[in-house]
Structures are given as structure tokens and as C-alpha cells.
């Protein structure tokens, strides 16, 4: 009796760490995934700012060009417009800083747009959220890579015309870093984090400078505005549709809420903070970068991007202090993208584990599902930079609706959240599905702020859905209820197979096994098949051995060796005139189970030859597979391979 | 007792054909083959001719036109060699036509290229036959195809610029009709040969009356001749390359060699006298074709296909005889695509056979590996199609290299056959590896002649090789030998796979098994682990049921339960605080593993849901697949799992 017998209704700890063997995809793409050790270390706000900002803070390298490119319809005059959006836009980020801070003190095991309306709204909402969320993920990596490679090709205009392929590249390198899995410690992303922040502070700081010196001089040689036919008037919805377009700004802003459990103890405490100093530098750089856009006549391009005219306008020439702004922003995007491929296997797991994904997906640290995620973001990425030739421009009106559809559900399930909280009583303490719902007597002003943050959102998307329905949220909203329909499906699915298979007490289930057959294939007398025979004598003696007479002169070598080697059990030659093997097999087997009891079991053992070398396994047919797909609906037969091991020859 | 438990030693003989359950698949692409069917029938020597004839015969649609495309790089002058050169392409035929009527004798069989030199000439000879097979069968779908369109666009002329599309589109037509596997009728055949070679004798017996009559126009607009840059002049490798071009004329020459067991008995007269037929219908047709073209003045263009132009100016208009000519040229080369289809399967089955291809490529009547055959070649052929821009002229160099290696190797193993015969006694009988070797007194002669045809064949590969090195025959010299390294890697896997496999007498392979545990893996408590815990009683009583807590509220509720419905089998909580799945169970169990004797066995019995839809598959994972995939160096652990059928819920 080994330590295992002993074991009655035991648990069972996990004392060392599972590390399987070598192999060669090992090799290629680095060791599984090791999720227990990452949830040990915790960050401060310094990191956490780093590793949580990059998507908010490189939105900056866009926006205003985006919202640029949709006035310049109207010619150059429209660029008036730029300030008076700006501001709108860093109001909207206060209300939404205001908003994701409530969020973060009520959810502080994490509390991204899902779970929140998971958790005060229901399914259907969660599921909304949800496919709003896994689209964006894709768009993320999409633009953000495409607006990176804008700036790298702004510093080598030469290159413009690889800019797909460039984009490409990015994509593919971030997949391979990510399917290697790489441990980021904080530095890998404190550095280009603090770099770009650095750069562009003392671009704005040294632009407003010469601004009030007054001479801050205008962007040399600008790239051509690029629009045919006559300038459109200034109308409303140009103004906002601009103003959907500089919105992008903002995306990112949830990721604190997000990864609250990464932070260092009072945790809730360090994250809010964060989450106000991120919004504050967003919004002041935001502002600046506009503001000095605008005074020093910056053309909104594809050429040359905006960070790029302005930094060699501010500092006079293409000198290292445009090099390192320029590069540290292609940096922060890429960074940003990098985010959307930790956040992809995250909220699918989640989405598992709730039952709306297949189980599978739920299975943390392993390496199998986890690589399909990320190879299934690049390629959808790949194929949105390849469709829209990577332009930034072409992507925005796919991107952002997502976006702020999930906040507004965010927003309007912590609402309802601080409005059910208010009926509670002082001191009252409630138990919900996912969080804890404590009495809190500023409960009004907490939902009045969450309720104007959804509002605003609710606002931003029916600007968004309207002014860009043609430019492409037409297929975000054929895509968004077409993967809700999936998730519901696969619930339902769940549901129903857990209803079904419940034991109802008193009542016996399955019948008690009265006989057991073994149908032992043998395509020759070799240790392969004398090992599958002796582990056939483990489950009953009840045992037929097959074999399918494909060449006659070896079928009746193979009766002769049997008399010696098959302890005496029966062999059964199924004639094969036409060297068919499976089609024989099934139709004796076939009519055997046509004849077994429905208390009867009738086991097929296979041996298998087995090897870790895929290309090994490929000439070693898996007969047992095959046998399992045709005899799926017959209840009381199982098959079983008995591995032989051919790497060890 | 059964009558199945009666049976010792029996041989069970098939009743009955094996019908499977109709799945949407099915009905998709037909039901699975009748293989034993198709070899029922047998052909006489007209419907021989219509089956086998279409390679052959369709590559007088290219054959002139392809040498005319070379010779126009001297300039139109240059076409006075056409006669000349066509001449010698015949008189090949002659040799090649007597060669393999000898071959068809020797193997009543079927004596392909791979199975003349693999009895003759050994494994490396058959290997190099086999890879130029296989790559041709590609290359004969593409080619013929190609042809094929341009017949049609040249009636169509509007239709020239979608020639790939179409061209995918007919290869994607043959795939989907051999993956349904109609049952072709001779007739299906007979039918286009017929017309086929009916309206081109016509053709070319009306257009020679019209010369001798004095009265056979030239062709009236014809197209312009596609040449950039000055004329080169008229050198030797210009013919020989013109000359390489024409011999693609006798590509499928060998097709009856292949087929002999489809002809009625006396089969191999049969099949001998209509090679002969085929030979001479092929011949003269060839040369009224390639001596017409030269009178009319044809001009070699792949916008109007040379039979195109050819019957116009003979037929005097686009009339309904030229309709039919042009039409039943397109169909005979859409059929010589398609006898690839069934060549290909064929090879690959018998390389499997042989064990240079995985096993279970040779399972006759696995559906599945029939239709992996055909998807392939498709596809490999619409990509080259698609690389070549469904071009003839840039796919030949590809082509017809392989084809003379295969007949250089299949004419030298005859001529080596032949020799050894020779040295055999009178009356001696000798039985080869595949072939009975019998004296034949003529065998000086057949020698020589099948001698000659090596010569000649081999010459026109060098030919070939050096005239058309760069155009693409380094391609397929890099491609052969990597294909036969291929072929020779899986070759010897097998051969050492069964010498340390094999039981040598008295001693005793694997030990007799002392004790057998079960671990049984229980995500829940529910029918499908009590329907796994009830066959798990039935091989063992040495059962430990494993659970992992992913959710340890859910892991209480599982205790509670299995003590009513357990059995009383011990419940092991294996605890996963980061809610990890496989990594607490691979530790546990390699754990056990270790601790296990040699002679001891572990089972793990893994409750399965299935289900027939793939959607529904994906949504319960195949946990019994990872695990065996972890555990797949340790002996003794076996993987079963217990499958529970949810369609029918």
C-alpha cells in the first residue's frame, strides 16, 4: 500500500509545480505558462502606471489627427474646431476618471465592463459587454500598430509604401513574444512608459514656451491635405463626427478597473489613485498636444503623423529630441497593442468560466488554449491592417463604438448598483452574485456620477453609430448581436446538459455491469499487441482478438504465431477481399453490439503506437478514432488504446 | 452465448455491405465508396480505349502549339521545322507505343512506372518514379485544365481575362465530383472521346481535301504573335527545346499499362491492342494537326488556342462544326484532369502498401483518406494554377520532365528484366518479388526495344533538363530528391518499428500484470461519472475517483454527493487554488506513476461527453487527449475514456 491507498476522502496539495518535458514546441515557443507564480508579485503606482496606461496615453498619438482628418472635409478654416473638442473630450474624461474610480473601490478583485454587468444587469448585458470587449481587443492591436508604424514611417518616409507589411511584422513579432511568454517585469514597460511621457511633457512644456516667447514657429513643408472635390460646409455632424473621432482618446481608460489585484495592499486605494494621475497627464498632454497642433499648423496625414510635424516643428529640425518623442510613441503603441493580447485569454477564460465559452477556454496555465487565443487576435488583426491597409483612419469607425458601448453598460450597471444600495439599510451588509453590497450613505452622489458617465457614454455611441454607420458601425452591430447569439447558445447548451444529467436521489442511474467483452485488434503478433493482450486479461477474460485479413499470407502467419503467444484466447480472421480495413471491423462489431444487453459492456482495446514527434505520430494511423467516431451513438461500448511507446526504440 | 462466443479461430466472413448512418457530410459528398463494387466491371477495347485514351490524346490540343510558342522566338520563319520535329515526336511514339506493349505482357497486374522499377531496378528507382508520378498527377490537372480554358476562351474571347477563375472553377467542379464519387459509366467516357476524335478527323481529313483541292485558306485574323525585342536566330537549342515542348504530346501514353485488370479477358491482348489503336489514332492525328497548322499559318498565342484557329479557317467559319471540335477538345482535356484524380489515390495507396507513404493511406474505402488525396491535389493544382496564371506555355517546363523520368525508369527496369530473362534457362519460371520472370526466347529483341525507348526517354529528360533548366525543371530537381528523402525516411521508420517489435520465441514480451488501478476523473457528480464509475467497478476494484477544485464551494457539494452515489470508492480532492485543471492532476498522477511497479497498470477513466455535430464537440473538451499527450512516455498508464452520448438528450 503506497501513501495514495491510504487516502480517504482526502485533499490532495500541490506541493512542487507541474513542469512537463522538454519537446520541441516547447523548444520553439517557451515553457507552459506558469499562472500561479504570476499572481505573487504586486506593483506600486509608479509601475502600474506603466503597465496600465499605455493604451489610454497612446490613444494621444491619434486623436486629435483623427478628429483633424474628419474637419479637414471642410477645409483647413474647420481646424478652429479642434480646441473647443479637445475640452469636451478632457470633460468627459473627468466624469469617466470620477466613474472608474467608484468602480474600482466596489469591485476590487477587478471590475471590467463584464463583470460589472454581469453583475447588476444580467446576462444578456454581460454578453453585450463582452462581444463589444473581444472585438475591441482586435481593433486595438489593429490601430494601434498601424498608428505605430505611422510614426515609424514618418521618420522614414521611404518606407510608407511597406507600411502593411511593416504593420505585419509588429503584429507577428508581438504574437511570437507572446506565445513564448516572456516574463515582462515592470522596467520592460516603466521605461518607453516614462520616456514617452517625458518626451512629449517637454515638447507641450518647450511648444508653449515659444508660444508665449512668440516664436513658436509653423510646421516646414507640411504633408498635402489630402480631399477631393469641393470643401463641405461646417455642418453639426461634422462636428460631431470629429468629435466621435477624438473620443478615441479615451479608450484605455478602463484598464485600472481591470487589473486592480495587480496593485500593492490598500490595493483599492493605490489603483484610484493611479487611475487620477493616468486621466490627469492624459488630459493635460491631450490638451497641449491639440492646442500647439493647432498654432503651429500641423496638416492631418497619413504621411506624416501629427506627433511627428509637431515635434520637428517644436524643436526646429529632425534632431534626437523628435527621434526620441517619435520612437518612444511608436513604442507606447505597440506597448498598447501588446495589453490587448493579456486581456484577449483573460476575459475569454472568464467567459468560460461563466458558461458562455466552450469550458475549455477556462483552463488557466494551459499553453494549448492560451496560444489558440493569441494566434486567433493576430491573424484577425493581420487580416483588419491588410483589408484597411493599415490605416488608422479607416479603422476609428470600427474601433470606438465597441468601446464605449462597454463603458456605457459599465457605467449604467454601477448605477443601478449605488441605487439598489440606497434602498438597503444603514450597516446592511448584502451577498450579491460576484460582489459585496455594503450600505454606503453617499450612494446618491455616487449614482448621480455614474449615471451622467453613462449617460455621456450612452451619447458617445449614438453619435458614434450615427455619424459613422456607413464607415463601418454598420458591421459592428451585425457582429456584436451575432456573438451574443453564440454566447447564448453555448449557455443554453451547458444548462441543458447539466439539467439533464442530474442524479435525482432515490433513483439509480446507469445499470450495474453484468459482463464485460474485449474486442482486442491485432494487425500482428508483436509486443505491441501481446502488451494490449496482457492489459486486456486485467478487465475480463472475455476476450476476442480480431484481425482483419487485408494480405491473406500474413493473416494466416499471424493464426500460426497466435497458438504460441495468445495465452490461449480466441483470434477471429475477418475476410477483406478488397484490403478494406476499417469497413470489416465495424460490421462485425456492429452486429455484436446488436446482440449485447443493455447491461452488458463491450470494451475494443487498440493497441497504439506512440510518439511525441507529431511527424512520427502521423504514420501510426489512430485506428481508435476512427472506431469512436463510428460507433458514437452505441452506449455500452468503450474503446481503449493501449500506448506502445516507439520514441524509446 | 452468441453465435460471436462460438466462433475459435474463425474466419468471419462479410455478408453484408457496411452501411454507415447518413451524416450531413454524406449527404454533402455522397456515401462512402464502394471500392469492392468498381472492380466488378470490366471494359473491352472500345470503352479501353474512351477510359484510357484522354491523357493521351487530349495533349494534341498543346503539343504543337507549345513547340510553335518556342520556335517564335526565331520568328515565324522558324515554323518551317514544326513537320520535321513532329515527326520525330512520332516516331517516339512508335518506340514508346512497342515498349510499353512489352510491359503490358510482363505485368498482367498493372505496370506502372513504380511497379516495373521497383521489381527491376530496386527501392531508390521506385522512390524517383513515385515522386515524378505524384508530382505530375498535379501537374496533368493544371496543365490539362489550363488547356481546357483556353479552348473555351478562345470561343469566348470576352471571357479571356476571368481564364484563372475559370480554371479554379473547373478544378474545384472535378473535386467536388470525385469527392462525391459518382459512378462513372463507360459511356460517360466513350461519348466526348468519340466526338473528340471524330471531329478532328474530320477536321483534318476535310482541311487536307482542301489542299490538294487547292483551295485551304490561312487563317483569317489571327492573333498577334507575342514576342518583345529583336528575333534570336534559328540555333540547335531553340529545336531542342521546341522539340522538348512537342514530346508533351506523349504524355499518358503509359495510362493502359496502368489499367490492364479494367479490360475484359483476354486482358492483356486487350489491353495491347488498344495502346496499339491509341498509338496510331494519336499519331496520325498529330500529324494532319501539326502539318495543318503549319499550311494555315496558325500563330502560337494562348488567347486563341491553336485547334481554335485551326478549325475555323478549315470549317470556314465559328459554324456548329467548329463548335463541336473546340467543345469536345475542351471536354477530353477536362477528363484527362480528371483520370489524375483517380490515378493519384491509386499511387498513394500502393506507396502506403510498400511503406514509404503512412499506412493508412493504403485503407481502401476510408473515405476519409480519399477525400485528403483529392483536396490536396486540388488544391496543390489551383495553386500553381494560380502562381502560373492558368498559363500553358509557363506550366510545361514543370510538366513534362517527370513524365520522362518515369518512362526512362519503367522502359530501363523492362530492358533490365529482359536481361535477366535472358540469362534464365528454357522453360525456367522464376518468381519475383512482384512479377513471374519467365524465358522468353524474343528477349534479345524486347531488350533492345525497351533498351531503345530508355535511351530515347532519357535523352528527352537532358533535353528537357538543360533546355528548360531555368523555366522551371530546377524546381522539380529540387522537389524529387527531397520527395524521396521523404519517402525513404517513413520507409525505414516502418522497418525499424517491426525488427524491434518482434517477438522472438520463448521469451515472454511484456510482464504478466499484478494489479491494475483506476483513477477515475470526476468533474461532477451526474450520470455520465456514475455511467464511467459503474465500467470503471468492472476492470478493477482498486478505484480512486479525482476530483479538482476549481471552485471549492462546488468541490464540498461533490463530497457530499458521492457519498451517496460513490459506491463507497474513495473521493481524492486534488486542490487548484489558481484554478488550474490538468497541471493538480498531472502532478498527482505522475506522482502515483512513479511509486508504480512495472508490473502494475493504472487506468485513468475519464467520463466523455459526445456528440455527432463538431460544434457541439468543441464545447466539451477531450481532457482523455491532453492527458495522453502528457503521459505519453509512461509504460504503464492507460487513458480510457467512457464515452456519454448527449445527442440524444
Not at 454581469?118 to 494601434?144: C, E, H
Not at 484610484?272 to 498636444?289: A, D, K
Not at 470489416?584 to 456492429?590: C, K, S
Request: charge should be neutral; hydrophobic fraction near 50%.
Amino acid at each position: 500500500m503506497t501513501e495514495f491507498d491510504n487516502k480517504n476522502d482526502s485533499v490532495f496539495h500541490q506541493t512542487s509545480e507541474y513542469r512537463p518535458s522538454r519537446s520541441l514546441l516547447t523548444m520553439l515557443i517557451g515553457k507552459p505558462l506558469e499562472t500561479a507564480e504570476s499572481s505573487h508579485q504586486t506593483i506600486g503606482k509608479a509601475v502600474g502606471l506603466a503597465v496600465f496606461a499605455s493604451d489610454a496615453l497612446s490613444s494621444m498619438a491619434y486623436s486629435t489627427q483623427e478628429m483633424m482628418l474628419i474637419l479637414a472635409a471642410a477645409g483647413t478654416a474647420a481646424f478652429g474646431y479642434i480646441m473647443p473638442i479637445t475640452l469636451c473630450i478632457v470633460g468627459l474624461l473627468t466624469i469617466l476618471a470620477i466613474s472608474y474610480e467608484q468602480t474600482i473601490h466596489a469591485y476590487p478583485e477587478g471590475g471590467g465592463a463584464y463583470i460589472v454587468a454581469r453583475d447588476n444587469l444580467g446576462d444578456t448585458a454581460a454578453m453585450t459587454a463582452a462581444a463589444a470587449l473581444l472585438t475591441d481587443y482586435i481593433l486595438t492591436v489593429a490601430v494601434s500598430i498601424s498608428s505605430g508604424v505611422a510614426q515609424f514611417t514618418s521618420v522614414f518616409p521611404d518606407l510608407y509604401h511597406y507600411r502593411v507589411l511593416l504593420a505585419m511584422g509588429f503584429v507577428l513579432f508581438i504574437m511570437v513574444v507572446n506565445l513564448r511568454g516572456v516574463k515582462e517585469s515592470g522596467l520592460t514597460f516603466a521605461i518607453p512608459t516614462y520616456v514617452f511621457l517625458s518626451s512629449i511633457s517637454i515638447m507641450v512644456i518647450y511648444g508653449l514656451f515659444q508660444l508665449f516667447a512668440g516664436d513658436l514657429g509653423t510646421v516646414v513643408d507640411p504633408p498635402e491635405l489630402e480631399h477631393d472635390g469641393p470643401f463641405s460646409a461646417i455642418t453639426a455632424f461634422l462636428i460631431l463626427k470629429a468629435f466621435a473621432s477624438g473620443t478615441t482618446a479615451l479608450t484605455g481608460v478602463e484598464a485600472i478597473s481591470n487589473g486592480i489585484t495587480a496593485f500593492k495592499e490598500p490595493r483599492t486605494k493605490n489603483a484610484g489613485e493611479t487611475l487620477i494621475i493616468m486621466s490627469v497627464l492624459l488630459g493635460t498632454l491631450l490638451l497641449g498636444v491639440s492646442y500647439l497642433t493647432f498654432r503651429t499648423g500641423v496638416i492631418p496625414s497619413e504621411v506624416e503623423a501629427n506627433i511627428s510635424q509637431l515635434a520637428r516643428t517644436i524643436f526646429h529640425s529632425k534632431n534626437i529630441l523628435y527621434l526620441v518623442t517619435v520612437g518612444s510613441t511608436m513604442l507606447i503603441l505597440i506597448m498598447a497593442a501588446n495589453t490587448a493580447f493579456a486581456d484577449y485569454p483573460r476575459l475569454s477564460a472568464m467567459l468560460a468560466r461563466d458558461g458562455f465559452l466552450p469550458r475549455q477556454f477556462s483552463w488557466r496555465g494551459s499553453r494549448l488554449v492560451f496560444s489558440r487565443g493569441i494566434v486567433f487576435l493576430s491573424t484577425m488583426a493581420i487580416l483588419l491592417i491588410v483589408f484597411f491597409q493599415a490605416s488608422v483612419n479607416r479603422l476609428i469607425p470600427l474601433y470606438a463604438v465597441g468601446v464605449f458601448v462597454s463603458f456605457t453598460l459599465s457605467q449604467f450597471g454601477m448605477a443601478k448598483r449605488w441605487h439598489r444600495i440606497g434602498k438597503m439599510k444603514e450597516g446592511e451588509v448584502f451577498h450579491g452574485h460576484i460582489s459585496i453590497f455594503k450600505y454606503d450613505r453617499h450612494w446618491l452622489f455616487k449614482m448621480l456620477s455614474n449615471g451622467i458617465g453613462a449617460f455621456c457614454t450612452l451619447i458617445i455611441s449614438l453619435i458614434f453609430g450615427v455619424t459613422k454607420f456607413i464607415d463601418g458601425v454598420w458591421f459592428v452591430l451585425i457582429l456584436t448581436p451575432f456573438l451574443v447569439l453564440i454566447f447564448s447558445l453555448i449557455h443554453s447548451h451547458y444548462r441543458t446538459i447539466a439539467s439533464r444529467l442530474s442524479l435525482s436521489d432515490g433513483e439509480k442511474s446507469s445499470p450495474h455491469i453484468t459482463r464485460h467483452r474485449v474486442l482486442l485488434l491485432v494487425s500482428g503478433v508483436h509486443q505491441s499487441s501481446i502488451k494490449a493482450l496482457r492489459y486486456a486479461r486485467t478487465i475480463s477474460d472475455d476476450i476476442t482478438a480480431l484481425h482483419v485479413a487485408v494480405d491473406p499470407e500474413e493473416s494466416e502467419k499471424i493464426q500460426e504465431r497466435w497458438q504460441e503467444w495468445g495465452d490461449g484466447y480466441r483470434l477471429t480472421i475477418l475476410d477483406s477481399p478488397y484490403r478494406l480495413l476499417l469497413e470489416p471491423l465495424l460490421i462485425y462489431i456492429e452486429a455484436l453490439l446488436k446482440k449485447v444487453d443493455v447491461n452488458e459492456v463491450v470494451t475494443i482495446v487498440v493497441p497504439q503506437f506512440v510518439s511525441k514527434l507529431p511527424a512520427i505520430s502521423l504514420l501510426h494511423a489512430k485506428a481508435a478514432d476512427s472506431l469512436r467516431n463510428a460507433l458514437i451513438h452505441y452506449p455500452n461500448v468503450v474503446i481503449t488504446e493501449v500506448p506502445y511507446d516507439i520514441d524509446d526504440l
